[in-house]
T-cell receptor
Framework: QKEVEQNSGPLSVPEGAIASLNCTYS??????FFWYRQYSGKSPELIMS????GDKEDGRFTAQLNKASQYVSLLIRDSQPSDSATYLC???????????FGQGTELSVKP | DTGVSQDPRHKITKRGQNVTFRCDPI?????LYWYRQTLGQGPEFLTY????????KSRLLSDRFSAERPKGSFSTLEIQRTEQGDSAMYLC??????????????FGPGTRLTVL
């Protein structure tokens, strides 16, 4: 059973702080890695994708991938209350294949 | 370029009834995926299509579930003889396989099913 694990949280950070979200995956053959944001009652929204080891930055978001450790993380700088949501980590094992999701980490940013 | 759309957005049905959901992917996307999500869990894969061909189906999907994508455009997901355990959000996503960002899947708003 291929698995993706996340801390379920909730993770609470003050406004303006850095939020750090972590994810591990079991399948060494996984190729592509994604972070989705999901507001309560809404569908997942793709916010970051990463395919190779290292960091990828997009605005306030930085995704980090370490394939040797089978570890993916998402950093959110200058966290805002509007960032309060559940963050889902997902991986694919081959190009265009199904996504395998973690259970999500709930983030709460306090004003 | 419109996003993925799903219809209906909400469905309440009685146990034992059949229900059908529709998904319209982003135009030109050749892959279409169905997922199911229950409260507090991440989405769980059900099945996916490339054009009109169904390429993979989850082992968790019972024979009460069937999906089609007859012309490689929209897709339908039918659940026969619904059970209370089928209550969930049914999510559709699409992607453009064969391109550099072909792994990126974009989700529709979902159909929330409640089985009484």
């Amino acid at each position: 059973q291929k698995e993706v694990e996340q801390n379920s949280g909730p993770l609470s950070v003050p406004e303006g702080a850095i939020a750090s979200l972590n994810c591990t995956y079991s399948d060494r053959g996984s190729q592509s890695f994604f972070w989705y944001r999901q507001y309560s009652g809404k569908s997942p929204e793709l916010i970051m994708s990463i395919y190779s080891n290292g960091d990828k930055e997009d605005g306030r978001f930085t995704a980090q991938l370490n394939k040797a450790s089978q570890y993916v993380s998402l950093l959110i700088r200058d966290s805002q209350p509007s960032d309060s949501a559940t963050y889902l980590c997902a991986v694919t094992e081959y190009e265009g294949g199904k996504l395998i999701f973690g259970q999500g980490t709930e983030l709460s940013v306090k004003p | 370029d419109t996003g993925v759309s799903q219809d209906p957005r909400h469905k309440i049905t009685k146990r034992g009834q059949n229900v059908t959901f529709r998904c319209d992917p982003i135009s030109e996307h050749n892959r279409l995926y169905w997922y199911r999500q229950t409260l507090g869990q991440g989405p769980e894969f059900l099945t996916y299509f490339q054009n009109e061909a169904q390429l993979e189906k989850s082992r968790l999907l019972s024979d009460r579930f069937s999906a089609e994508r007859p012309k490689g455009s929209f897709s339908t997901l039918e659940i026969q003889r619904t059970e209370q355990g089928d209550s969930a959000m049914y999510l559709c996503a699409s992607s453009l396989a064969g391109t550099p960002l072909g792994d990126e899947q974009f989700f529709g708003p979902g159909t929330r099913l409640t089985v009484l």
